[in-house]
T-cell receptor, first 113, second 112 residues
Framework: NAGVTQTPKFRVLKTGQSMTLLCAQD?????MYWYRQDPGMGLRLIHY???????AKGEVPDGYNVSRLKKQNFLLGLESAAPSQTSVYFC????????????FGDGTRLSIL | SQQGEEDPQALSIQEGENATMNCSYK?????LQWYRQNSGRGLVHLIL?????REKHSGRLRVTLDTSKKSSSLLITASRAADTASYFC????????????FGKGTTLSVSS
């Protein structure tokens, strides 16, 4: 039982390049989330999904797109990377509704040069 | 924007001492959760306290919740070096949809 798996773990991009971060969970969770974590800022929600085929914007969605074609996968895309998107990205999932904990992956460390 | 704000931002103690971290939030909540993050790792869920609960225990962890003051505290008793980590509170509210809103965290350093 792997839980939440994020790939890749590290990546360096040049400004303007695109890439996709993959999150996979094997717990049959309905809800999935993408956060970014910057020094002194805590975790900020980028996008989230409440089920297969659904997505919604979080607090800082600009410059990112997401897709949830399969229940177990949640993809985060950067179409044209900018240095301001240098961050650590975390994916999380939870079963459904309230009063449930979130389960986190170990993050993707992304540097945009 | 952050809902929860932890205090202090950083805390350094000796092994065996107790560590207390506080969290304040702004709006009504369904529950409040505490998470730990070790360096270079993802967040790990520690404990969840519902809005109708006042205190909850889990091993060496004790969490209190005061909804009238919109605040919570996390107490770690008899701290160990392995407790060195960042600790985050997160609020769960209908106003935020399904997403938890995290504070900026308290960095705890436990020295032996």
């Amino acid at each position: 039982n792997a839980g939440v798996t994020q790939t890749p773990k590290f990546r360096v991009l040049k400004t303007g390049q695109s890439m996709t971060l993959l999150c996979a969970q094997d717990m049959n969770h309905e809800y999935m989330y993408w956060y970014r974590q910057d020094p002194g800022m805590g975790l900020r929600l980028i996008h989230y999904s409440v089920g297969e085929g659904t997505t919604a914007k979080g607090e800082v969605p600009d410059g990112y797109n997401v897709s949830r074609l399969k229940k177990q996968n949640f993809l985060l895309g950067l179409e044209s990377a900018a240095p301001s998107q240098t961050s650590v990205y975390f994916c999380a999932s939870r079963f459904n509704g309230f009063n449930q904990p979130q389960h986190f992956g170990d993050g993707t460390r992304l540097s945009i040069l | 924007s952050q809902q929860g704000e932890e205090d202090p931002q950083a805390l350094s103690i000796q092994e065996g001492e107790n560590a207390t971290m506080n969290c304040s939030y702004k709006t009504s909540i369904n529950n409040l959760q505490w998470y730990r993050q070790n360096s270079g790792r993802g967040l790990v869920h520690l404990i969840l306290i519902r809005s109708n609960e006042r205190e909850k225990h889990s091993g060496r962890l004790r969490v209190t919740l005061d909804t009238s003051k919109k605040s919570s505290s996390l107490l770690i008793t008899a701290s160990r070096a392995a407790d060195t980590a960042s600790y985050f509170c997160a609020t769960d509210s209908y106003q935020a949809g399904t997403a938890l809103i995290f504070g900026k965290g308290t960095t705890l350093s436990v020295s032996s």
